[in-house]
C-alpha cells in the first residue's frame, strides 16, 4: 500500500459516513489535501482529540485516490492557545484557505506565512482588539494572492502606465490592476494608502484600504458564497481553543 509522511495542519473536518470523519489539512508537502479518518467519531478513538483545527500535526496518508485514508496521526507542537478575537482570525484563515486552494498544490511560502500568522495570533490573543490584528490577516490574504497569483501591483498605474501617486485615488480591476479614479467615485482607494500598505505601514486608512482590496482581490477565488466564519465577529461570544 503507498503510503506517505507529511507535517501540517487541520483546516476543517466535518462528519463522514457512520462513525468517521472527512479531514482537509494544509500541508508543507503538498499544500492542501483531504482524507478520510476512519473511525475518528467511536468513542474508543484518540484520533478525534488530534484532529483539531490549528492543531500542527505529522500523519501518515495512503490510498491512490484524491479522497486518501488517514493512517498514523501524532501531534507536532502543543496545541495553539486562541482565544476570542485571534481565535476568530484562525478560523477565518482555515476557512480562506480551504476554498481558495486546489488540491494537491504545494505552497511553501504560504504555508510559512500561515505558521507566522498562527504564532501572532496566538502572542496576542488574550489582550489585541480585532483592529490589531488585522495586520496579520491582510498580510496573510496578500501572499495568499501573490501565491495565486491574483495580488496587483501596488506601485504600479495599470491605465496611465505609471506609478502609484499618494495624492491620486485608484480602483481596483481584477486581472488588470490599480486605474486612476475620481475620489468620489465608488470604491476608490487613496495612493497614498496603497503605497502604505506596500510598505506594510499599517494606520487605521491603510487597514481600511487593504480591507477593501483583499475582498476585491478574493471574490474571483472564494465567489460569492459568504464567509461563515465573519459571522463570528459580529456575535462575538467569548471562546477559547486550546486544542
Not at 483539531?52 to 505529522?58: A, D, G, K, S, T
Not at 502572542?123 to 494572492?145: D, G, Y
Not at 496603497?194 to 477593501?212: C, F, T
Amino acid at each position: 500500500m503507498n503510503k506517505e509522511t507529511y507535517d501540517g495542519y487541520v483546516l476543517h473536518r466535518r462528519p463522514y459516513r457512520e462513525t468517521s470523519l472527512l479531514v482537509d489539512f494544509f500541508t508543507e508537502q503538498n499544500g492542501r489535501v483531504s482524507a478520510v479518518a476512519k473511525g475518528a467519531r467511536g468513542g474508543k478513538s484518540d484520533r478525534k482529540s488530534l484532529l483539531q483545527p490549528m492543531q500542527n500535526l505529522n500523519f501518515e496518508l495512503s490510498g491512490r485516490s484524491a479522497l486518501r485514508n488517514l493512517g498514523r496521526v501524532e501531534s507536532n507542537a502543543r496545541p495553539k492557545a486562541l482565544a476570542q478575537q485571534a481565535l476568530f482570525c484562525a478560523f477565518y484563515l482555515n476557512e480562506v484557505l480551504n476554498r481558495a486552494l486546489p488540491e494537491a498544490e504545494p505552497f511553501k511560502r504560504l504555508y510559512a506565512q500561515y505558521e507566522l500568522s498562527l504564532d501572532n495570533l496566538q502572542s496576542q490573543s488574550t489582550t489585541a482588539a480585532l483592529f490589531q490584528l488585522e495586520p496579520i490577516l491582510r498580510n496573510f490574504e496578500f501572499v495568499l494572492l501573490e501565491e495565486l497569483g491574483y495580488a496587483p501591483d501596488f506601485l504600479y498605474d495599470t491605465q496611465n502606465e505609471s506609478e502609484i501617486k499618494p495624492e491620486k485615488s485608484y480602483t481596483l480591476l481584477n486581472e488588470i490592476g490599480f486605474c486612476e479614479a475620481s475620489p468620489q467615485q465608488a470604491h476608490a482607494i487613496r495612493g497614498k494608502d496603497i503605497l502604505n500598505i506596500h510598505s506594510q505601514d499599517w494606520d487605521s486608512d491603510a487597514l481600511k484600504a487593504a480591507k477593501k482590496i483583499s475582498r476585491i482581490a478574493l471574490r474571483p477565488i472564494l465567489g460569492e458564497k459568504p464567509i461563515k466564519s465573519r459571522e463570528l465577529f459580529m456575535a462575538k461570544p467569548t471562546i477559547q481553543h486550546q486544542t
